[in-house]
């Protein structure tokens, strides 16, 4: 009578027990998935090995300076670098740069440049001097004779002041020493016509972030 009733009880036992087990495996199973997001999600938007780009970039650092009539200002940084491309006339390609820097006492500085050297988007700008169609030398920019039309390169720069004041000029350049990886580095000088004086504005940028559009 013993062994029969020990028999009939330890299957029962067994077969609640591997029910449980097979619960508290399911429960644990949904836990870890659940989980799972939360934690692999800023694991990849903080991993820089999927950014090769800003991993690059952060390892060197962005340089801006400037001189007004060889006055030093300072506070120098950059605000908007684009970067796109656009057709001149049909069949005619141009990359273009806009690039936007600001003192530290709020005004601020936009160079322009139009590069029709190598229309390539995946390319990045020429290494070249962009001189502005009132320099003296802007017949040594490059150019493309369509017939009726010659297009080339060209520069320029606009000189907003804090108080809302703008100027522009063409009469100067801006060299592109660099371009790789996404960052530009070069140098520009232009002569500008502010009121009643003629001011000289001139100053370098080094690993500037281009912002491709």
Known sequence: MKQQLSASVFPFNFKKSRRVFLGCLLSLAMIVMLSLPSFSNPELSSNSSILPLSKSTSLEATIINCKI????????????TNFFKMEQAEGIFAKVLYMSLEDGDGNLFALSLTDL???????????????????????????KDIGSTIFSNN???????KDGASFKSRDGWI???????????????????????????????????????
Do not use: P, W
């Not at 009539?69 to 908007?80: L, M, P, Q, Y």
């Open 155 to 161: 520069s320029s720069l606009i000189f907003e002041k």
């Open 117 to 143: 050297e190598n229309a390539k988007m995946d390319s990045c700008l020429t290494s070249n001097i962009f001189y502005g169609n009132e320099h003296e030398r802007s017949d040594q920019n490059f150019s």
């Open 175 to 213: 060299k592109i020493d660099r371009c790789k990886n996404g960052m530009i580095s070069g140098s520009f000088n232009f002569k500008m016509e502010v009121g009643k004086s003629t001011e000289l504005l001139e100053g370098e940028f080094v690993n500037v972030l281009l912002e491709v559009e």
């Open 69 to 80: 009539n060889d006055a030093v200002a300072k506070g120098f940084s950059a605000k908007e």
